[in-house]
């Protein structure tokens, strides 16, 4: 195979940079012939994975985390080439849903192995995401986190958290669920494609990566002593049982709230409103469980 290798050096605080001579080492020793993509910035490596799907690469391997997966989405979907990905990231999500090893020499191996399974994805605008978009609390978090210099890590988010909740509100939202409308008040709205986001939020537990649908999760307003309590239930998917969470499901989902910005796949989307539209099968991925 001739495979594009698209690394973000810097993502699971260096792990996708050590562990790239270890992924071009063992797709090379499989008999595959590799070109390493590194750009100067996301922009650049998005636009260096598009050229290389043009020019019609067997395969663009991606490795890094859950946005460096985000990036290479947008230059296979909806084409025929397939996506490898080796987990490398502090968020590792969508490899996870598909049952891709941590180890990166044995996510390599599943490559060479061409074991292909097709996935949906879904289309905001001109935009793909593979696992969740979130509207709410957490792209409010996400918006402040990211206007941050310190802390650096993980901490930045739990810094951005405690000083997001005190002032935050339940916000007015406007659905459009395969054309029905629903008005309603909410912390957070999540549309998901795929289980979880966050590094592990089972935020749509029940949704599927093949069935065409879209699950969207609505947590209704909850004093800040219960969403504190209920919110670390989504590691667990077990949130869903509170009576404040409705999940439906959808192939069309609009989502509009003023002032609200959108994040999916940890990356920034923009300002809603927002249409998230599932493409069936717009993917092909290699991974572990096939079906």
């Given at each position: 195979?001739d495979?594009?290798?698209?690394?973000?050096?810097?993502?699971?605080?260096?792990?996708?940079?050590?562990?790239?001579?270890?992924?071009?080492?063992?797709?090379?020793?499989?008999?595959?012939?590799?070109?390493?993509i590194?750009?100067?910035?996301?922009?650049?490596?998005?636009?260096?994975?598009?050229?290389?799907?043009?020019?019609?690469?067997?395969?663009?391997?991606a490795?890094?985390?859950?946005?460096?997966?985000h990036?290479?989405?947008q230059?296979?979907?909806?084409?025929?080439?397939?996506?490898?990905?080796?987990?490398?990231?502090?968020?590792n999500?969508?490899?996870?849903?598909?049952?891709?090893?941590?180890?990166?020499?044995?996510?390599?191996a599943?490559?060479?192995?061409?074991?292909?399974?097709?996935?949906?994805?879904?289309?905001?605008?001109?935009?793909?995401?593979?696992?969740?978009?979130?509207?709410?609390?957490?792209?409010?978090?996400?918006?402040r986190?990211?206007?941050?210099?310190?802390?650096?890590?993980?901490?930045?988010?739990d810094?951005a958290?405690?000083?997001?909740?005190?002032?935050?509100?339940?916000?007015?939202?406007?659905?459009t669920?395969?054309?029905?409308?629903?008005?309603?008040?909410?912390?957070?709205v999540?549309?998901?494609?795929?289980?979880?986001?966050?590094?592990?939020?089972?935020?749509?537990?029940?949704?599927?990566?093949?069935?065409?649908?879209?699950?969207?999760?609505?947590?209704?307003p909850?004093?800040?002593?219960?969403?504190?309590?209920?919110?670390?239930?989504?590691?667990?998917?077990?949130?869903?049982?509170?009576?404040?969470?409705?999940?439906?499901?959808a192939?069309?989902v609009?989502?509009?709230?003023?002032?609200?910005?959108?994040?999916?796949d940890g990356?920034?989307?923009?300002?809603?409103?927002?249409?998230?539209?599932c493409?069936?099968?717009?993917?092909?991925?290699?991974?572990?469980?096939?079906?």
């Amino acid at each position: 195979m001739d495979i594009a290798l698209v690394v973000n050096p810097t993502s699971g605080r260096g792990r996708g940079g050590a562990v790239r001579s270890l992924v071009e080492e063992r797709l090379r020793a499989g008999g595959a012939s590799v070109r390493t993509i590194v750009g100067t910035g996301a922009d650049d490596a998005r636009d260096l994975c598009h050229r290389a799907v043009a020019e019609g690469i067997d395969a663009l391997v991606a490795v890094g985390g859950d946005g460096m997966v985000h990036l290479a989405l947008q230059a296979v979907a909806g084409t025929e080439t397939p996506l490898g990905i080796v987990p490398a990231g502090t968020g590792n999500d969508l490899a996870t849903c598909l049952g891709i090893p941590g180890d990166p020499v044995a996510a390599a191996a599943l490559v060479l192995g061409g074991g292909r399974r097709r996935i949906d994805a879904v289309r905001v605008g001109e935009r793909w995401f593979g696992c969740v978009l979130g509207a709410g609390f957490d792209s409010v978090v996400n918006e402040r986190a990211n206007r941050m210099r310190w802390p650096r890590g993980g901490s930045r988010y739990d810094l951005a958290i405690a000083l997001e909740l005190p002032r935050f509100r339940p916000l007015p939202f406007r659905l459009t669920l395969d054309g029905e409308v629903w008005e309603t008040d909410a912390m957070l709205v999540a549309v998901g494609n795929a289980q979880s986001y966050g590094a592990g939020l089972r935020i749509t537990p029940d949704a599927l990566l093949d069935d065409g649908l879209l699950d969207v999760c609505v947590l209704a307003p909850v004093s800040k002593v219960e969403f504190v309590r209920t919110l670390p239930k989504a590691r667990t998917g077990r949130h869903v049982e509170h009576p404040a969470v409705t999940v439906r499901r959808a192939k069309n989902v609009t989502l509009e709230s003023p002032g609200v910005v959108a994040y999916a796949d940890g990356e920034r989307i923009g300002p809603l409103p927002v249409t998230c539209e599932c493409v069936p099968g717009a993917v092909q991925v290699f991974a572990a469980v096939t079906s």
